[in-house]
């Protein structure tokens, strides 16, 4: 059982910054990717960014230039550093980790409960 607590959204207005982190913890031999994904209200839940064990990043093209995902694979936590927010951002965010638990075991998937980003106009 892979348990993420994830933490930091909030209400902010457009043009500001907000950090979004989640901690994995449970029974995991390696996270092989770390990422965020947005559902806003009446749309389906869409990538926003991803890393990789090795750092490697992929980014939605609607948040390019203006989020940075990272990693502390020590810690098993990823942040999302979100700047220059737009009301467009606006949606409950999941943290998602996909990890092994054994050397040879299929990985699986892991969300968060959500955290919601309210930008305002």
């Known amino acids: 059982q892979v348990q993420l607590v994830e933490s930091g959204g909030g209400l902010v207005q457009a043009g500001e910054s907000l950090k979004l982190s989640c901690t994995a913890s449970?029974?995991?031999?390696?996270?092989?990717?770390m990422g965020w994904y947005r559902q806003a209200p009446g749309k389906e839940r869409g990538l926003v960014a991803t890393?990789?064990?090795?750092?490697?990043?992929n980014y939605a093209d609607s948040v390019k230039g203006r989020f940075t995902i990272s990693r502390d694979n020590a810690k098993k936590t990823v942040s999302l550093q979100m700047d220059s927010l737009e009301p467009e951002d606006t949606a409950v965010y999941y943290c998602?980790?996909?990890?092994?638990?054994?050397?040879?075991?299929?990985?699986?998937?892991?969300w968060g409960q959500g955290t919601l980003v309210t930008v305002s106009s």
């Open positions: 890393i990789t064990f090795d750092g490697n990043t």
């Open positions: 998602n980790v996909r990890y092994t638990t054994t050397r040879w075991s299929i990985p699986s998937d892991a």
């Open positions: 449970g029974s995991i031999f390696r996270i092989n990717r």
